[in-house]
């Protein structure tokens, strides 16, 4: 996307006050402000009391003796799926719908606090009954229906560990994390509706878990969904429906220790290997309720809030499950894609329910505004007060649009900053308080320590660029990588590390600029990690993906600037050469993509692959992925001076005047 063109700059200059209507939650968040500024750890400690209920009393807020592994309220104890159900049902909202469920068929369910607690009571007991206990890990792959929410709430009311894995990720990336994590059940379902159609889900369970690899599954819970056929294997596999007919109704919630492992969540880094961040429970559904009431301006008794996300990535879990079930919002649940059956299908259920608080990505934005005005203009969208953008940075054109056209241009737009590391948002504005600039994601939350610094671990001057960095602890922090401490270490804490500073500083991985006002811009990604429609992506994943395939002898992956998704993957394949004859480039290329796709997923099939006979290196052998870039994204060849041959870029430009890619 341009955010150079004429327009942009219009629009970046724009700045959009506060209205009337948040007079009060202006004051009572600079409060906060105020509070978190006079005494951080004080601040945390409040909210996390008032927000939450502990079944035990905490005495310490934070112990980062031993950083970077930190513990928030550690002698703490509570339960979380406790948290997010019973107590809204004890304080007599048991009747306040929790989630207003659409399937992609049109077919819906409106499930309250009352009957969530009890769906949940009795998967906890099955769950017991199939012999999972406190720490045992429990694989989730369902599509965005009731059950998904239940399962992840049913894991952590009995202390095991879930660990989602998004319903559009391959046989082989579910293999991966099941035996990575060990996980003793997978929940999945027969199938989901996407697209129009059932999407079948089991038949990726069953071959992962034929493939090779260490085998601790012992059963697989299937959700009857897509009324697809499916395999079954005796002994092995339950239907959900069947399995929690005749357990126990009751349940009653034990108290965990604060820093009890919640769930795991993988995602990509700049290796091939997925991480799994973990995280656990006080501190995450502290900032994920602190952050969810105040960043939306969360009035639970009359809003409808709905965030389009998936459970599978990070924002489902904190933005769909644990944040809003804990401040007990009512929100939408929606399984389907934006477009069916017809391209308006967003607004018309913002309409149908009524919808007040609205979570999506800026790829979502850009993708409707290609579309016009005209499918939103016919619907009703003045139920809407607060809208909010994740996952990318959203362009001011976007934004712009966004308030205008979805938002009435009456509604305060949240550019919400954080990571699954982060596990809640960390950099945003605050409705009613700040002076809303398009493009920028703003400011710190209260209790939150940001800086950017150069590469030295300087303050960057205003106006200039540099890396952003989390410079305290915070209280839904990951807490590890699962099974990897020393990479843990390395890719977050070393490099802002002891040496420098008394205590490390967490390093983001991402660019950020910060303007006059102190109000931060993000810059995208330092490392080789792409962000595609708002997800993360590694360029080394999908390096060795193609490179698993016999026909491939070496291949490099870039993220290129894309005008819808933020960026696109664009692939440079070098055919091992005996292929090169048996193949035309648009045959490996079709081949290959189908390859990835299989491998890793349909998110990460490369937009274009480009057959060519050579890749730019140093001459130490390492790749150099800015050129290629260029190359991609249809510009100048920037400095070629440090290739070991630097005529390769000529040839590689040359040759993709030619048909393939
Ligand atoms: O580069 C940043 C970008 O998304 C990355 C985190 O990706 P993930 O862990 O998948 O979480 C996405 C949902 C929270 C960040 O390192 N990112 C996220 N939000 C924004 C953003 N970039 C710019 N502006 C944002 N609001």
């Not at 809204?88 to 606090?113: C, F, K, M, Q, T």
Request: net charge negative; aromatic share 8%; glycine share 10%.
């Amino acid at each position: 996307m341009s955010t150079t063109s004429i327009d942009s700059l219009q629009h970046e200059e724009r700045r959009f006050p506060p209205s009337e209507e948040f007079a009060a939650n202006a004051v009572a968040s600079s409060g906060l402000y105020d509070e978190a500024r006079a005494d951080r750890l004080a601040f945390w400690a409040k909210q996390s009391r008032e927000l939450l209920h502990w079944h035990k009393d905490f005495t310490q807020t934070l112990d980062w003796s031993n950083a970077p592994f930190a513990k928030w309220f550690a002698d703490g104890e509570l339960n979380v799926a406790y948290n997010c159900l019973d107590r809204h049902v004890l304080a007599g909202n048991g009747d306040r719908i929790a989630i207003l469920w659409e399937g992609e068929p049109g077919d819906s369910r409106s499930i309250s606090y009352a009957e969530l607690t009890a769906e949940v009571k009795r998967a906890a007991n099955l769950l017991t009954k199939l012999g999972i206990g406190k720490g045992d890990r429990v694989a989730i792959y369902l599509p965005m229906i009731p059950e998904a929410v239940v399962a992840m709430l049913a894991v952590a009311r009995i202390g095991a560990v879930h660990s989602v894995i998004f319903g559009g990720f391959s046989a082989e990336s579910i293999r991966s994390r099941v035996d990575d994590a060990s996980a003793k059940l997978v929940i999945t379902a027969d199938g989901g509706w996407r697209k129009g159609k059932v999407s079948a889900l089991k038949p990726a369970v069953d071959a992962a878990l034929a493939k090779e690899g260490t085998h601790t599954v012992e059963n697989v819970l299937v959700v009857k969904r897509g009324e697809n056929d499916v395999d079954w294997v005796e002994g092995r596999d339950l239907w959900w429906h069947e399995a929690i007919a005749d357990v126990d109704a009751e349940h009653e919630a034990e108290a965990f220790e604060a820093e009890h492992p919640l769930f795991i969540l993988y995602t990509s880094g700049t290796t091939g290997k997925p991480k799994g961040i973990l995280h656990t429970s006080g501190g995450y559904l502290t900032q994920t309720a602190f952050t969810h009431k105040n960043v939306f301006d969360l009035h639970p008794e009359t809003d409808v809030y709905w965030c389009s996300a998936d459970v599978g990535w990070i924002t489902g879990h904190s933005y769909v499950v644990y944040g809003p079930l804990a401040n007990g919002a009512t929100q939408v649940l929606y399984e389907g894609t934006p477009d069916l059956p017809h391209p308006g299908r967003w607004w018309e259920i913002i309409q149908k329910y009524g919808v007040s608080i609205f979570y999506t990505a800026p790829t979502a934005i850009r993708s409707f505004m290609k579309l016009g005005r005209e499918i939103p203009d016919a619907f009703d969208l003045t139920s809407l007060r607060v809208l909010g953008s994740v996952g990318e940075p959203i362009n001011p054109e976007a934004w712009v649009w966004y308030r205008e056209v979805i938002g009435g241009g009456k509604t305060p737009i949240v550019d919400t900053w954080w990571q699954t590391e982060t596990g809640a948002i960390m950099v945003s504005a605050l409705p009613g308080v700040t002076i809303a600039k398009p493009g920028s994601a703003q400011v710190a939350l209260p209790g939150i320590s940001i800086d950017v610094l150069d590469e030295a671990g300087n303050a960057v001057p205003v106006g200039g660029g540099g890396l952003l960095v989390v410079s305290e602890p915070w209280p839904s922090m990951l807490r590890g990588i699962w099974g990897d401490p020393e990479r843990f270490k390395e890719t977050y804490w070393e490099k802002f590390g002891t040496a420098l500073f008394e205590k490390p500083k967490y390093f983001a991985g991402d660019g950020a600029r910060l303007d006059e006002d102190g109000d931060i811009w993000l810059l995208g990604r330092v490392d080789d990690v792409m962000n595609v429609s708002g997800h993360r992506l590694s360029t080394a994943e999908i390096e060795s993906a193609l490179v698993s395939h016999p026909i491939v002898a070496e291949s490099a992956v870039v993220g290129a600037a894309d005008e819808t998704t933020g960026q696109a993957v664009v692939a440079f394949v070098i055919l091992r050469s005996d292929q090169s004859e048996m193949q035309t480039a648009d045959e490996a290329s079709a081949l290959l993509r189908t390859h990835v796709s299989d491998q890793i997923g349909a998110i990460a099939r490369p937009r274009q692959i480009f057959i060519v006979a050579e890749l730019p290196k140093t001459r130490s052998g390492k790749i150099m992925r800015r050129l290629l870039q260029d190359v991609a994204e249809g510009r100048a060849i920037g400095d070629t001076t440090t290739l070991a041959d630097t005529s390769v870029m000529q040839i590689i430009s040359g040759q993709l005047g030619s048909t393939n890619g």
